[in-house]
């Protein structure tokens, strides 16, 4: 599965990020709701998240921000971005594709650009596609952002769901290599039984929205928490295993584990089965909660200054649906 030096690789070649600077701490949530630092802490690992509190910005600013600080860090012409992708759940609009917007704010006006909705599993699958449009040689530069306004989905009421979510965005550019960098297999799956534990219920074509959807307030995210979390932590440390068994790795042989940011607690249980350091499992729920789609981007942006060329990464993901997966990657050096 390993990729031969002789086909094009997909790899990162430039890294951005963007949070709101507002914070919301477990304090102001006590304050909220029926909650308390300790529990929030030694439940989720979470101490505050950033919200974009201005109503008129959403996914798209978080979006075009992080595209920004990626195209102006690494003195990127937007111009040649051949293609967008932003992994969302919070589009702005239900229509108008938000990367299309994104990119044409980002003065990428020779890109095409589209969604892709698979909850916290987006960006994995986002660099998927990226990975292969670069691979196939008909595409040079893939812009994939991960990036959700999550405050707009959340009830500020419900303590189970409020103190996880945060918003926030990051982007990744994906080019060529040559030298059998980047991309390497990666093992997704999905599971449609599972839709009712984690979802928006209304505001799409099944219950489109309404007075009574709105007084029911079935336009915020709802989950059935203990039930999603054992779903996640079989399933992304299944398919980890499974990346790992077909690449002939050990837990040993790996680098770094960048996971979905959904509870910490998740987080350690996965690395355990996966038999990994604990110096090896990057985390950043601390300070941002779970980002949805941004959450891998939002690790990749923190953590850029300690890869090497060649460590051996694997990204895995578990959201709505449900959909998840994992993915092995080998770092080439960034352009700066
Ligand atoms: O991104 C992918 C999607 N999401 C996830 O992966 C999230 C997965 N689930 C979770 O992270 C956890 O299930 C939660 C953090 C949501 C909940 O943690 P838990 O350890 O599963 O708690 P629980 O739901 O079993 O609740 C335990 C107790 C309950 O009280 P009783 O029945 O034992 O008296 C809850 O009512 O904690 C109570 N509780 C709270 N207490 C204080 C629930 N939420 C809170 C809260 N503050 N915010």
Redesign the pocket.
Known sequence: MTKSNTTISASITAIGGYVPEDRLTNKDLELI????DD??QS??GIKERRILKDPKKATSFLAIQASKNLILKNNIDPLTIDMVIVATTTPDMQIAATAAYVATQIGSNNAFGYDLQA??SGFLYAMSMAAGKVESGRYKKVLVIGADKMSSVIDYKD???C??FGDGAGAVLFEPNNEGLGWQDEYFKSDGAGRDA?CVKAGGSLFPASSTTILNGDHYLR?D??K??KS?VSAMSEASNTILERNNMTGDEVDYLLA?Q??E??IEAISKIMKLNSNKVLKNIAKYG?T?AATIPLLLYDFQNQFKKGDKIIFAA???GYTWGAAYYKWNKLVK
């Open positions: 709701v029926e909650t308390n529990w929030i439940r989720t909850a916290c303590r189970s769901t103190i996880l984690l989950q928490g203990g999603v979390f996640a979905h959904a509870n607690r998740i779970n949805t578990f959201g709505g």
